[in-house]
């Protein structure tokens, strides 16, 4: 069965900072996706970044960049330069073809910044 | 503004009532689904739809109920057969399957 492990519960990071929230994936499927999103407390998913198991390169969108090694089945999300407004919770999700394309969603970190 | 709009936000019921929760999106995506989230966990899919007039179960599907007659609309029903239905219900909208997923502001739903 497809799984997602997010093994950090909480993570503490100071402001202008990097931090890393770790992730990892179990599926036989050759062809599947990753995806990161934040929680805040608002409680609505924003869409953050995107990892094909194709892609030679490794995802970015600003500050955020997926660090995909696709051979240890990880792919951890670094956020660079940490603001307060990261504060929140962030999902790994997974979705591949041998469970319909249907996303599955780790547990979660949730990230605090600290001034 | 595109987007994904849920009503209410917050939604109490008393037992044994059925309840429908909304879901409307303008962003022309074929696909749409139903998420419930828990206290401290991640999101489980309750239903998804990958064209109008056709829906799918998700892992968590019994005591629940959704309908789509238009593209941009996805109600979802909470029965009275859903046994623990407090929760917080996300639903969410993708171009196709295989894409990212975009999602409402969520309802958070209290049954008394």
Redesign the interface.
Known sequence: AQK?TQTQPGMFVQEKEAVTLDCTYDTSDQSY?L?W?KQPS??????LI?QGSYDEQNATEGRYSLNFQKARKSANLVISASQLGDSAMY?CAM?DRFN????R????TRLTVKP | DGGITQSPKYLFRKEGQNVTLSCEQNLNHDAM?WYRQDP??????IY?SQIVNDFQK??IAEGYSVSREKKESFPLTVTSAQKNPTA?Y?C?SSID??N???????T?LTVL
């Open positions: 997602i996706g995806f999103y608002s409680g609505e998913m924003i869409f995107y999902f979705r319909n394309n249907d996303m969603f780790g547990a979660g | 689904y401290g966990q991640g999101l489980r899919l998804y998700g892992d917080f996300l969410a399957r295989r990212e997923q975009f999602f409402g502001p969520g958070r």
